[in-house]
Structures are given as structure tokens and as C-alpha cells.
């Protein structure tokens, strides 16, 4: 007992330290960031990729240790599987993650030190407002066309810059209203030219590139036909893709397989074309508890750790199989969104219904809520110690978060004081507003993600302990999606969102008023009248941000951003675990990174042989 205590004990004090260790070393003339987390337990990491040009083809050579050609790794993924395999249209991890496998983009980020790197491109460069762009010659779809600045100038003008799919990328690359220009110099270079200096704008050109000979049938149809090609139904053998890895069967609600690219554009340093493995499975599980199941059945070879599993697999990994990371703190951010809405849906109906809306869009209702929470009580009781409380919209490894802001213990007697300022009365334990309504409302979170049915069922608790009525309901997540992106038929839910510790702007599509996921307050962006005096400073925030070219410049407006959502409390952030994460200690060239987390690079990834 006392060796699982003290390893918690050191998980603990590495998420302490973790912003401390952070560098912020960034050169202003730049924006390009080193980073590296020295608590979480990462190890020594390859020389850069290097461009290798073989036969006329410009290949992107990794130098890590020479590996083994063969096998297959299995990792479990909790939910219904993938909604789209249209990497231009995820709206979801899931989807957006087995995307990734299929689909590189123009650049990438450094996984360790942060910085943007060439992926597609050879190379690039920046000449004031003008970013040139170098394609590699001679490298291929998975059909064996070659890709070309074709693929790249239909990418973003006929999809990107039309909002085609998910309008995030567009939403982050406006700025006053305008979209860089787009030029095509010669078959392997492209031009873009953004009308202002644009700090944020070479992590833009991480978007996936998508063959024009295949997609743009679809996409001259208009956004409905696009968004509805390439479903979870489609033939595996018609997704034309460029990625280390392509489908090969996907069996709904049991798994995904993709195959590897045997054309993909990365090689070792025996000039041998990577990926290493054969192939990669996605099981699909219902929960968490099932996700742990198969993994000690020997299923899966990954599995996130949580809670009292971190103990309790800690004390049995030098008897296992399995060898166990610690990545330091999520990088995304778990929170309970309350629904602001005040419009009418195509129906002519209240999203949120009147009275529902005089109590959420009340600043002392919402304060109430946040001081009612037990943040400390989830990181022990949910979390068992292996996480931090979290206060901001910045996640706690961000280099822009805001150190000023400390938060506070639960206090429900504050919440009392806010709601009676606010005209709430309790009578007998009941909680009702001024005008004699009980106040009764829904919460929802997504159906198999234990941990945050278990939060749900802790903040039903407090808040039903301050008079409310709570009715909380897990769903299944995709349903979940539907009510927050679509319907806007929902009250409060907890959600979690991925992010990036180096860029804000990043967030853009969350945090102004006309963005895609903007979600406590979809839509209203385009309705000025509904929108709040603190929502249009957002949006002032993150285009001037954007503008802005130094870190100096830039932090005190995230600051200030951040500063503002604690104050108005439209989303209350709850806690940030760690990642720590098993994975079989047959796989090598495991190097993980706290950007990226632990197989960030599947295509080094082997499989040892045994002896």
C-alpha cells in the first residue's frame, strides 16, 4: 500500500510541476515554440526527419532505430465508432483521429519540441505575408495518381475557404472578414498570401489535402452531398487516400481496420518505405469497464489509465506484459456547458425554454452553479488523486495559461447567497425562481464514459443539494452531438473537448460568437442582438490575437480571454487528469510526447521479435 501512495505521490507532483517546466523560450519573429515536459516519464527521442530524394522522389526519412517489417497493433476506442472517414468533415475525435491515420496535411507539429515541420511539403518558407509552399515530388494517392498543387489549391478553395464539412478550418483562417489568397506557381509549389501579418497561420496548413480527381464531384454538389460522402458506409477500396495508413473493413459498432500504405512517402534509413506494421485495429467497446476487460484479456495492447487502475496496474508492471507512460496533463479540457441560447429554432420554437433561459443567462444562477461544484472531491473520489482541479479554458500544460486565475474550494453558502441575489427562494429544500417556477432541468453526457457519468452523477448531487431538480441523462455521444451542434435542445452537459497547449486561436471555432462550436450559444454569431456584450470582446480577443506576432504580445489577451469565461462562467471547467497510459512492451519505437501522446508515430512503431 505504501508503494502505490508514493508513486501517486510523484504522479501528483509531476502535474505541479508541469507548467513550471514548460519553456517559453519562443522567438518572437517566429511563433515557434519548444516545449518539453522533464516529470512526465518521456524518453530520449530520434533525430529529426530528414528529405531524402531517391529516383526522383522526395521522401521524408525518419531516423529512428531500423525496426521490423510485420504485425498488427490493437487499440480499443469507447463509443459507436466513426461517423465520417471524410477527414474534411469530422466533428468528432473518433472520426477525426482514424482521419488522421488516412489523410497527412502540408505541415505537421514536432511532437517534441512544438515547432511546425514539413509533412506533404518538402519545404517552405515565409516572405513577409507570403508563405511558399514546396510539394515532394513523385509521391502518390493510394490510387497512384500523383498529388500536385491541384489537390492542394481545390483543397482550400473548394472546400476550406467554402465552409464546406467542418467550417473550423475557415472559421480560423478569417480574419476581418478576409481569406488568404491562393495561387498556384508550378505543379509542386503553392502560394498562399494572407492580407495581414498572421501568427497563428502555418498551423492552419496542418489541414488534411484530399484528392480533387475524387472529391470534387461531390463537393460541387453543394455542402450536403459533401458532408454525406464518404459515411462509415463507404467501400473501403473507394476511399482514395495519403496517409501511412489506409481502410481495409470497418464492421459497425465492433471495428476498424486499416491496412498499411505500401506507396507512403516516408522511408527508414535503409531507404526501406515505412510503416512497419501490417496493420492496425480499432476495437469498438461500449464503455470503459469493457476497454479495461479487453486489454487484460490480452485483446488490445493499449489502455488509458484512470483513477485506482493507475495504482493498481503500477504495482503489476514489472511482472506484466505491459510497460506504463506518464504523458503529464490532458492536453484537452472536461467541463459542464450551460445552454445560453435565446433564438427560435426553424419551428418557430424556444431552443431553451423561456423561463430556462432567464435562469441560465443569469451570471448569479451560473455562479451558483460553479461554486456548488466539488472539484476537489472529483479529483479524489473519481479521479483517486490522479488529476488537478481546472478553472480555465486553457488547458494546465498551455503556455498561455493564466496564472492569475486560482479558482476556489466548493462553497455551497456562496452559491445560496448568489442564487438569493439572482431571486431564487428555497421552500422546503425546493428551489423556485421569482416567478414561482421550480427550477428543474436537464443534464447530459455522453452514455459509457464512466468518468464523466460519475461526475454527472456527483454535480446532480450539489446542485440538488442548493433545491434543484437535476435529471441527468447519458446518451449515446453521437445523439449527444446532434442536441449540442444541431438541435440546441438541451440545458447542461458534460463534455470534454481536445485542444492545443501552444496556439489559442486554435480554439477560435469555441470561443467566438460565429463559430462552429461555439456551445453555449450556437448560432447566435449570426444574430448580433443575441449575443452578449462579453461574447463580442471574445471575438475582438481572437482577431486581434491572431494579428498579434509575438508571445509577448499575444498572452495578455488569452489572458484576458480566459479571464472572462471564469467571470461569465457560460462553460465551468472541472479537472484535468493525467494521461498515463499501458501499452505492450513488445512494441518499440515508443517515444511519447505530451503534445502528441504516446504513438504518435505509428509508422516507426514495431513489434519486437520474441527470443
Known amino acids: 500500500m505504501k508503494r502505490i501512495l508514493i508513486w501517486v505521490l510523484i504522479i501528483l507532483l509531476a502535474a505541479a510541476a508541469l507548467i513550471s517546466c514548460i519553456r517559453k523560450d519562443i522567438p518572437e519573429d517566429t511563433g515557434f515554440i519548444n516545449i518539453k515536459n522533464q516529470d512526465s516519464e518521456i524518453s530520449e527521442h530520434p533525430q529529426p526527419n530528414k528529405n531524402i530524394t531517391l529516383n526522383g522522389v522526395d521522401y521524408l526519412q525518419s531516423q529512428a532505430p531500423v525496426g521490423i517489417f510485420g504485425g498488427e497493433m490493437v487499440i480499443s476506442t469507447i463509443g459507436e465508432g466513426p461517423k465520417t472517414f471524410n477527414p474534411c468533415n469530422t466533428k468528432d475525435a473518433t472520426s477525426a483521429t482514424m482521419a488522421g491515420l488516412m489523410y497527412d496535411g502540408l505541415l505537421t507539429t514536432d511532437s517534441y519540441t512544438g515547432e511546425v515541420i514539413p509533412q506533404l511539403a518538402k519545404s517552405f518558407e515565409i516572405k513577409g505575408n507570403n508563405y511558399i509552399i514546396n510539394l515532394r515530388h513523385g509521391i502518390k494517392w493510394t490510387d497512384g495518381e500523383p498529388i500536385t498543387a491541384d489537390d492542394v489549391i481545390y483543397t482550400y478553395e473548394d472546400i476550406v475557404f467554402k465552409g464546406l464539412g467542418n467550417t473550423a478550418a475557415k472559421d480560423a483562417m478569417t480574419i476581418r472578414g478576409k481569406l488568404p489568397e491562393l ?28 484528392p480533387k480527381h475524387i472529391y470534387k464531384k461531390y463537393s460541387d454538389k453543394g455542402d450536403s452531398v459533401f458532408s454525406a460522402f464518404m459515411n462509415p458506409n463507404t467501400p473501403p477500396n473507394k476511399i482514395v487516400s495519403n496517409g501511412a495508413f489506409k481502410l481495409k473493413e470497418y464492421v459497425a459498432a465492433q471495428r476498424v481496420v486499416f491496412v498499411k500504405n505500401p506507396d507512403y512517402y516516408k522511408i527508414n534509413t535503409e531507404n526501406q518505405k515505412l510503416p512497419y506494421l501490417d496493420k492496425l485495429v480499432y476495437l469498438i467497446v461500449g464503455d470503459t469497464n469493457n476497454e479495461i476487460l479487453k486489454f487484460e484479456a490480452k485483446e488490445t495492447d493499449m489502455l488509458g489509465l484512470r483513477g485506482s487502475n493507475v495504482a493498481r496496474y503500477k504495482i503489476k508492471e514489472n511482472n506484466s506484459d505491459y510497460k506504463i507512460y506518464n504523458l503529464g496533463a490532458d492536453t484537452g479540457t472536461l467541463f459542464l456547458v450551460i445552454n445560453l441560447n435565446n433564438q427560435k429554432n426553424s419551428d418557430g420554437k424556444w431552443n431553451v425554454e423561456p423561463k430556462k433561459q432567464k435562469w441560465f443567462q443569469n451570471r448569479d444562477f451560473r455562479a451558483a452553479v460553479d461554486w456548488a461544484i466539488d472539484r476537489e472531491g472529483m479529483v479524489k473520489n473519481i479521479a483517486q488523486g490522479v488529476a488537478k482541479p481546472l478553472y480555465t479554458a486553457e488547458s494546465l500544460n498551455s503556455i ?9 474550494p466548493q ?54 443539494d442548493l433545491g434543484m431538480k437535476v435529471n441527468f441523462k447519458p446518451i449515446e455521444f453521437n445523439s449527444l452531438v446532434n442536441k449540442l451542434s444541431n438541435t440546441n435542445d438541451w440545458d447542461m452537459a458534460i463534455m470534454g473537448l481536445t485542444g492545443s497547449p501552444l496556439e489559442p486561436h486554435d480554439g477560435k471555432n469555441v470561443w467566438t460568437s460565429k463559430g462552429s462550436l461555439h456551445l453555449f450559444n450556437m448560432g447566435s454569431g449570426y444574430n448580433q442582438k443575441s449575443i452578449y456584450p462579453w461574447e463580442k470582446e471574445l471575438d475582438e480577443i481572437f482577431e486581434e490575437g491572431a494579428l498579434k506576432l509575438s508571445f509577448k504580445d499575444r498572452k495578455p489577451l488569452y489572458d484576458r480571454y480566459q479571464t472572462i469565461i471564469y467571470n461569465e462562467k457560460p462553460i465551468i471547467y472541472l479537472y484535468s487528469p493525467l494521461r498515463i497510459t499501458a501499452i505492450r512492451k513488445k512494441f518499440k519505437n515508443i517515444y511519447p510526447a505530451p503534445l502528441s501522446g504516446l504513438v504518435h508515430n505509428l509508422d516507426e512503431i514495431y513489434i519486437e521479435e520474441k527470443k
Request: charged letters at 30%; zero cysteines.
Open 411 to 464: 462553497d455551497k453558502n456562496v452559491s445560496k447567497e448568489s442564487l438569493k441575489k439572482a431571486g431564487f427562494e428555497l421552500k422546503n429544500g425546493i428551489l423556485y425562481d421569482s416567478s414561482g417556477n421550480r427550477v428543474e432541468f436537464d443534464l447530459y453526457t455522453n452514455a459509457g464514459a464512466l468518468e464523466r457519468e460519475s461526475i454527472g452523477v456527483m454535480i446532480k448531487q450539489d446542485l440538488e
Open 183 to 210: 495561387k498556384k506557381t508550378d505543379d509542386y509549389t503553392v502560394q498562399f498570401t494572407t492580407p495581414e501579418p498572421f501568427a497563428p497561420f502555418l498551423r492552419q496548413l496542418t489541414y488534411p489535402i484530399v
Open 400 to 408: 498561455y495559461l493564466n496564472k492569475y486565475i486560482k479558482g476556489h
